[in-house]
């Protein structure tokens, strides 16, 4: 069976086991899931199959990984003989082998460490539990498990399980990966602007929240929908980040003397739409990431002609999108499409493609 139908063909039993835990630093780490597997095509699901769930390859899906989220206040820490007995990984362990060879990977993520004897069992900031040096404290769980699953312990197999010691406080997690955050989209844009970086951080905060707190119909088994309703796809994600570094631009005086503009009457209409530009960038991402693509998509376009010119580049692709409907009309308005149309103009022949 493949991972797709395992997925929607488990919901029920999910969808009627799930409790409620609502922790807010499940989103911190998701964000943080993000940053990690960003290179790769992936989908993240919030409190469905796991607190936080992996998919590799969404469309027709290869791998899973399961992160099982607890907390704890900063000046406590959890002892082995709790995690044994609260089943932290008997549960993630009877959850894993429900996917098989298809579980890449199965982690507790806790914000302190847990002890026996005074020590820490997990050494590492990501510890798998087959690391040699702690099996001492190791063969407790596997015995747990052991006993969970109804096996000899020698065939319990924890060659996919880690544990990871996260960073994020209880109290200010959200502040805590919005900073992580912010160096990571520094590395994809040095001058990026602290407030851009805020409001990208904030929409895809909002966004996972909202995925977080999604119910889905006992009864449903379209995995569509439930990625739709419980995920967020990495080229959604990608998206919203292009959008965000794409607002990175120049001031309107520059962009007025590229494209020759010299008309007072044009400059404030210009700038007025500059202003409502931004509030849209970071309003209505996704929507807008659609219209920009199109505009791009015209740009290049234009170059293929051997349009050389940047008041040249700006008629021909306000003609060429003016009257196109699958731009939204409320962003056809002549001076607004102008406007944006330089924005992405500029960009595109000076910043080096990333627009």
């Known amino acids: 069976m493949s991972l797709g139908n395992i997925i ?22 998701a964000i943080q899931l993000i940053m990690e597997f960003y290179t790769t095509d992936f989908l993240v699901m919030m409190d469905y199959i796991e607190d936080i769930s992996v998919i590799n390859d969404p469309e027709s899906p290869t791998a899973i990984h399961l992160y099982q989220v607890k907390t704890k206040s900063a000046d406590k820490q959890y002892q ?26 199965a982690s ?107 119910e889905i ?33 120049p001031e309107m005086n520059k962009l007025f003397n590229e494209f020759g503009i010299v008309s007072l009457k044009t400059k404030a209409k210009c700038s007025t739409q500059y202003r409502q530009i931004k509030i849209d960038m970071f309003s209505d991402m996704l929507v807008f990431a659609n219209v920009k693509q199109t505009i791009i998509h015209s740009i290049e376009e234009a170059f293929s002609c051997d349009i050389d010119d940047m008041p040249s580049l700006l008629d021909a692709v306000f003609r060429s999108t003016v009257n196109d409907d699958t731009i939204p009309i409320a962003y056809r308005e ?20 990333n627009i």
């Open 8 to 29: 929607s063909s488990s919901h029920k039993e999910i969808a009627g086991s799930r409790t409620k835990n609502r922790l807010t630093v499940q989103i911190s780490y």
């Open 80 to 105: 082995l003989k709790t995690v044994i007995s609260e089943e932290w990984f008997q549960k993630l362990y009877r959850n894993a082998k429900k996917y098989g060879t298809y579980t890449s990977s």
């Open 108 to 214: 507790v993520v806790c914000n302190t460490d847990v002890i026996a004897s005074g020590s820490a069992v997990f050494p590492n900031e990501k510890t798998s539990l087959d690391d040699a040096t702690i099996q001492s404290n190791i063969q407790k769980i596997r015995k747990a498990i052991a006993e969970d699953q109804g096996i000899d312990i020698q065939d319990v197999d924890l060659s996919k399980f880690c544990f990871v010691r996260s960073m994020l406080s209880t109290k200010g997690h959200k502040e805590e990966a919005e900073h992580k955050f912010q160096d990571f989209l520094f590395k994809q844009d040095p001058d990026l602007q602290v407030a851009t970086v805020k409001s990208i951080y904030r929409i895809l905060y909002e966004i996972l929240d909202a995925k977080f707190n999604n």
């Open 217 to 249: 119909s006992e009864s449903c088994t379209d995995l569509n929908e439930i990625f739709e309703k419980k995920g967020l796809a990495s080229s959604e994600i990608k998206k919203m980040i292009s959008c965000g570094l794409a607002i990175q631009i």
């Open 334 to 353: 002549e001076y607004y499409l102008k406007t944006l149309i330089m924005i992405l103009a500029y960009k595109y022949c000076y910043g080096g493609g």
